[in-house]
């Protein structure tokens, strides 16, 4: 068979100065294109709403048209988004999905999937819950760190940001004040966390503030009067337009929100909680399994773990209990470095011997590079051991990996190369730069996915460790098998306070008799599933598929099986949810069996 660019060049060069003209369509064929061309509309004017919608997000992907808005969250704006959305689903079921060719209809099912699970969705209005200990309203200076100020343009954008920042912080009151009305409230523990976060952004002098970073040194050329009417029009907007908001935002949540909020940890506590929960955990798994159905599957997964972890205890020689060993492991100063200096230089250099390792386990590796900085120091000590920031769209922000530094005696080295591996390479950043490179997919696929794929594909990356040539010392492997047991924990905890009613001090229990996590880190992550159900029980229950898929793939094709190809296929279409995942490379199995 000849390959489509011979047949081109037969075409081209083999015909003189013949005119060649296309044989007119058939009406099948028009109506495919057409079919086409209205579903790929359809998703760039979605795409578009989003961005409006959003313009912070906006912002962190790149796009600086909407920089000088905030997001309207008043109730019309949401209620109008919500008739938006089921509007643009109308417009998909109108496409005829028989008619469009295999890729349109990838996207189809996954566009109908996402807005069909954001619609059932709003029933439980969890949009009157807008923060939480772990970010929001109160750390919005954080886009500080994501914009790119590179023309006076920019300095101007934020500034018009300031001014408008007292409409913004006035909605979110509404709507946490309706949230009150409802029931719709976060349990007290974790919203004791939050009046010091809001005490962090009300300074005596404005260029004290959060806000103020991007003027205290400028990286364009401007002349001194530039500078000083841009700090001036800074300076006299957050002393007169953000300061002020967050006194009374603080006083309204001091007075009137954290009383109201709920004494226990679950989200069974509000207006069809358990409901909810049921709703939560199909969105964030991908699969219909229910919430007792996934604590089950926790505590297996926390027992097949423990034979592993104690089998290291025995390596070591360590004579005493398990629990006396994690004891050991968390207060040992032998685990731990001395200064942040040396933990941030630790993750740095793990992570570059990560890199050069890639290619016997992938294909395609991504053009858009990634930094490792240290998590920003006013939200350290109410947030977990790192996280990841996917680059702007254009690839001139890099991704971020973040590491906490904060109390680095709970921040232990054996830790470091799952925790690097998780959220860097082959982890989140190689996993998402793919898929934000493949120019061909919508941008809702480009930008977006499944948790239960991006955080199962990262789990399931600190497993590809070993065939790395890491965990080299019984310790580091002890760090696998810890973060490991951490997110199959994370199963059992996550169930267990919003569906089981367990009590936060039963989950931070649980947590500290089966990993070597410090207390802060345990504290931190059990108030982390308070405050986000649902979305802690995506990791295991992903790694679990990807696991199940290799080992399926690895039977079927037996010595002709080659791990660079099934990473290049599990990874060529983004993040799916686990079903359609399921389907690629089974498509890909049978593919195999019927050409080699």
């Given at each position: 068979?000849?390959?489509?660019?011979?047949?081109?060049l037969?075409l081209l060069?083999?015909?003189?100065?013949?005119?060649?003209?296309?044989p007119p369509?058939?009406a099948s064929?028009?109506?495919?294109?057409a079919?086409?061309?209205?579903?790929?509309?359809l998703?760039?004017?979605?795409?578009?709403?989003?961005?409006?919608e959003?313009?912070d997000?906006a912002?962190e992907?790149?796009?600086?048209?909407y920089n000088?808005?905030?997001?309207?969250?008043s109730l019309?704006?949401?209620?109008a988004a919500d008739r938006a959305s089921?509007e643009?689903?109308?417009?998909?079921?109108?496409i005829?999905?028989e008619?469009?060719n295999?890729l349109?209809?990838?996207n189809y099912r996954l566009?109908?999937?996402?807005y069909?699970?954001?619609?059932?969705e709003r029933?439980?209005r969890l949009y009157l819950?807008p923060l939480?200990?772990?970010?929001?309203i109160?750390?919005q200076?954080?886009?500080?760190?994501l914009l790119?100020?590179?023309t006076i343009?920019?300095y101007?954008d934020w500034?018009?940001?300031?001014?408008a920042?007292?409409?913004y912080?006035a909605?979110?009151?509404?709507?946490?004040?309706q949230g009150?009305?409802e029931?719709?409230?976060h349990?007290k523990v974790?919203m004791?966390?939050?009046?010091?976060?809001?005490?962090?952004?009300i300074?005596?002098?404005p260029?004290?503030?959060l806000?103020y970073?991007?003027f205290?040194s400028?990286?364009v050329e401007l002349t001194?009067a530039?500078k000083q009417r841009?700090?001036?029009?800074?300076?006299t907007a957050i002393?007169?337009r953000v300061?002020?908001?967050?006194?009374?935002?603080?006083?309204f949540f001091?007075?009137?929100?954290?009383?109201?909020?709920?004494?226990?940890?679950?989200?069974?506590?509000?207006?069809n909680?358990?409901e909810?929960y049921r709703?939560?955990?199909k969105?964030y798994?991908?699969?219909?399994?229910?919430?007792q159905?996934i604590?089950?599957?926790g505590l297996?997964e926390?027992?097949?773990?423990?034979?592993?972890?104690?089998v290291?205890?025995k390596q070591?020689?360590f004579e005493g209990s398990?629990?006396?060993?994690?004891?050991?492991l968390?207060?040992?100063?032998?685990?731990?470095?001395?200064?942040?200096?040396?933990?941030?230089a630790a993750?740095?250099e793990?992570?570059?011997?990560?890199d050069?390792?890639?290619p016997?386990l992938?294909?395609?590796l991504?053009?858009?590079?990634?930094q490792?900085v240290?998590?920003?120091?006013q939200?350290?000590?109410?947030?977990?051991?790192?996280?990841?920031q996917?680059?702007?769209?254009?690839?001139r922000?890099p991704?971020?990996?973040?590491?906490n530094l904060?109390r680095?005696?709970?921040?232990?080295?054996?830790e470091?190369?799952?925790?690097?591996l998780?959220e860097?390479?082959?982890?989140?950043h190689?996993q998402t730069?793919?898929?934000m490179e493949v120019?061909?997919?919508?941008n809702?696929?480009?930008?977006?996915g499944?948790?239960?794929?991006?955080?199962?594909?990262a789990?399931?990356?600190e497993k590809?460790?070993?065939?790395m040539?890491?965990y080299?010392?019984p310790?580091?492997?002890?760090?696998q098998l810890?973060?490991?047991?951490?997110?199959?924990?994370?199963?059992?905890?996550d169930?267990g306070?919003?569906?089981?009613?367990?009590?936060?001090q039963?989950?931070?229990d649980f947590?500290a008799?089966n990993?070597a996590k410090?207390?802060?880190?345990i504290e931190?992550?059990v108030?982390r599933?308070i405050a986000?159900p649902?979305?802690?029980?995506?990791y295991?229950?992903?790694?679990?598929?990807?696991?199940e898929?290799?080992?399926?793939s690895?039977?079927?094709?037996?010595?002709?099986f080659?791990?660079?190809?099934?990473?290049?296929?599990?990874?060529?279409n983004g993040?799916?949810p686990l079903d359609?995942?399921?389907?690629?490379?089974d498509?890909?199995l049978?593919?195999?069996?019927?050409t080699?």
């Open positions: 068979m000849r390959s489509l660019v011979t047949v081109l037969v060069c083999g015909h003189g100065n013949r005119t060649l003209v296309s369509a058939s064929e028009s109506l495919v294109d079919n086409s061309a209205r579903l790929q509309t998703f760039r004017s979605e795409w578009e709403r989003v961005l409006k959003h313009p997000y912002s992907l790149g796009d600086r048209r000088t808005r905030w997001p309207d969250v019309p704006a949401m209620q089921a643009a689903l109308t417009e998909l079921r109108s005829n999905f008619s469009l295999a349109d209809r990838l566009f109908q999937r996402q069909e699970t954001e619609i059932a029933k439980y819950m939480s200990q772990r970010g929001g109160q750390d200076n954080r886009l500080t760190d790119k100020f590179e343009r920019d101007e500034i018009a940001r300031l001014n920042f007292p409409a912080l909605q979110t009151m509404a709507l946490m004040g009150i009305r029931g719709m409230l349990p974790v004791q966390r939050v009046p010091n976060q809001i005490r962090k952004q300074v005596s002098q260029q004290d503030s806000y970073k991007p205290r400028f990286v001194d530039q841009l700090r001036t029009q800074a300076a002393q007169e300061i002020p908001s967050y006194r009374a935002f603080l006083e001091e007075q009137q929100y954290l009383p109201a909020s709920y004494d226990h940890a679950g989200c069974w506590q509000r207006p909680g358990q909810m709703h939560l955990a969105r798994t991908t699969t219909d399994l229910t919430p159905q604590h089950e599957i297996c926390v027992a097949r773990i423990r034979k592993q972890m104690e290291i205890q070591v020689a398990f629990r006396e060993f994690l004891t050991y968390r207060t040992d100063r032998q685990f731990y470095y001395s200064t942040p200096d040396e933990l941030l993750y740095r793990c992570c570059n011997r990560i050069p390792q890639l016997q992938f294909i395609h991504p053009q858009t590079g990634y490792i240290p998590v920003p120091t939200m350290a000590a109410d947030t977990t051991t790192a996280y990841y996917p680059p702007s769209y254009d690839g922000r991704g971020t990996y973040y590491v904060y680095i005696e709970t921040r232990p080295k054996f470091i190369e799952a925790l690097s998780h860097s390479v082959p982890g989140h190689l730069a793919l898929a120019k061909s997919m919508p809702f696929r480009r930008y977006g499944q948790t239960a794929f991006i955080e199962g594909w789990l399931y990356s590809l460790g070993e065939e040539g890491f080299q010392d310790y580091s492997r002890f760090g810890t973060y490991e047991m951490w997110r199959a924990v994370r199963l059992v905890v169930t306070m919003h569906s089981l009613k367990w009590s936060r039963q989950a931070i947590f008799a990993t410090s207390l802060l880190d931190n992550e108030d599933y986000w649902g979305q802690a029980l995506a295991k229950i992903g790694e679990l598929r990807f696991t898929l290799r080992k399926r690895e039977a079927t094709l037996g010595d002709r080659d791990v660079r190809e099934f990473h290049d296929i599990v990874l060529r993040a799916v359609i995942l399921e389907e690629q490379v498509a890909w049978a593919e195999k069996a019927t080699e």
